[in-house]
């Protein structure tokens, strides 16, 4: 892929109508900041409606070295001031983003109460409803469209982790829909189309966590066969999770666990469709590709485009003085673009090795996503499900994208068989 030169100082990380530009003007500037020495400063804006100014800008960390190192630091590189680029108070923050706005000490409490819920014998018992769930929605295909057609998200990618996540949390399927229209406003808070607005973000969070909380403080009355119970009930030294821990937590595993595996599932599609050849190569020896397909598929992708840490003290990354309490942005979407570290990696190669790691899954440290295998594994089997059962079906039109700097999303992608 041969991208367009973009001058340094001709675009800005910061402005809503950069990433409404045409992609390939977005991956030259990327370039270009991944080419020049040194970290470059952004100045910050907000909503127009937002009630808090505009913070005092952030460090862009574009290359893969950067993104790995201010990850896997967490003394020096916080968590617990937001991992938004906005400064919010940290109740919004801990509201919103649970344990990945968290430092430790309440940051390794939380997640290893949380984690008993995704303990090897809870997800195992998932495995077999994705293998369910996938042959349900080719099912629904055939059945729902005799022409062949239709819109691949709504029908294919959506309602895979979104049934996952709510059979996972033991949410009735006649609830299914209202969660999902709430993480759609939440991750998609840029954007027109899903209200565009602090106040429907607001509204939309304030809906889910009350919704978590009923369901929380049920579970813990009376338990039943759900990862809701195990979490309601697990203790470490003694403590329990909180009604309020418990919807915040929600809010993040619906939106993160729902919205992201969908966006990679999106694109797989769509990349699997433009490269034909790699889609052959995947179909015809489906196993021993599958762990490196869809890696590649998620380092394609990055569905989250990006989190803030800030420093905790005085240090330096790629020869620039960080000062303490600066905010350093991790753009994956950038680092996973890194030619140092993967080779033409515009290219789109189901067989790319494991290692260097993409980073779409955060690049490590204690902050690394608690999902990633559960993703993994509903990502594989939908793509088998395809394969196996609707071989020929493409993309065949551009993708509807989500107007967002934070979430690479597809709204939208047709599609035939």
Not at 175 to 190: C, P, R, S
Request: glycine share 8%; hydrophobic share 40%.
């Amino acid at each position: 892929m041969e991208l367009p030169a973009v001058p340094l100082g001709s675009f800005d990380l910061s402005d809503p109508e950069f990433w409404t530009a045409p992609r390939d003007h977005r991956e030259g500037a990327f370039k270009t900041l991944r080419d020049t020495d040194g970290l470059q400063f952004f100045a910050e804006r907000v909503f127009e409606d937002s009630p808090f100014p505009p913070g005092p800008g952030y460090w862009a960390l574009v290359r893969h070295e950067d993104v790995w190192a201010a990850s896997r630091n967490a003394a020096l590189f916080c968590s617990g001031q937001g991992s938004n680029i906005g400064d919010l108070p940290q109740e919004l923050n801990e509201f919103f983003g649970s344990m990945i706005n968290m430092d430790d000490p309440k940051h390794f409490r939380l997640r290893n109460i949380v984690s008993r819920g995704f303990a090897p014998k809870e997800i195992a018992r998932v495995n077999d409803y994705v293998k369910v769930k996938a042959a349900a929605i080719v099912d629904n295909l055939l059945e729902k469209y005799p022409d062949r057609e239709c819109d691949f998200v709504e029908e294919v990618a959506a309602p895979l982790p979104l049934q996952i996540i709510c059979e996972m949390m033991g949410i009735p399927l006649e609830d299914q829909q209202q969660v999902f229209a709430w993480t759609n406003t939440i991750l998609g808070a840029g954007d027109p189309e899903y209200g565009g607005s602090l106040e429907a973000l607001m509204a939309a969070g304030m809906g889910m966590f009350q919704y978590a909380q009923a369901l929380g403080d049920d579970r813990l009355a009376t338990p039943r066969d759900d990862i809701t119970s195990v979490m309601m009930h697990a203790e470490v030294d003694g403590e329990r999770l909180s009604s309020q821990e418990f919807g915040s937590f929600f809010i993040l595993l619906a939106v993160a666990g729902n919205e992201t595996t969908r966006n990679a599932i999106s694109h797989g599609m769509k990349a699997l469709t433009d490269h034909p050849d790699q889609k052959k190569i995947w179909w015809d020896d489906f196993d021993a590709n599958t762990r490196t397909a869809v890696d590649e598929i998620v380092r394609y992708a990055t569905p989250v485009i990006h989190f803030r840490r800030t420093a905790t003290e005085d240090t330096e990354l790629s020869g620039t003085p960080i000062k303490a309490g600066d905010k350093v942005v991790l753009w994956y979407n950038s680092a996973n673009r890194d030619e140092r570290v993967f080779e033409d990696p515009f290219r789109f190669d189901v067989r790319r090795p494991l290692q260097p790691s993409q980073v779409g899954f955060g690049a490590g440290g204690p902050h690394f996503c608690l999902g990633a295998n559960l993703a993994r594994r509903e990502i594989s089997v939908m793509f088998d499900e395809i394969r196996t059962r609707l071989p020929e079906m493409q993309i065949t039109g551009e993708p509807a994208y989500l107007q967002s700097f934070f979430i690479n999303g597809i709204k939208r992608l047709p599609c035939a068989w």
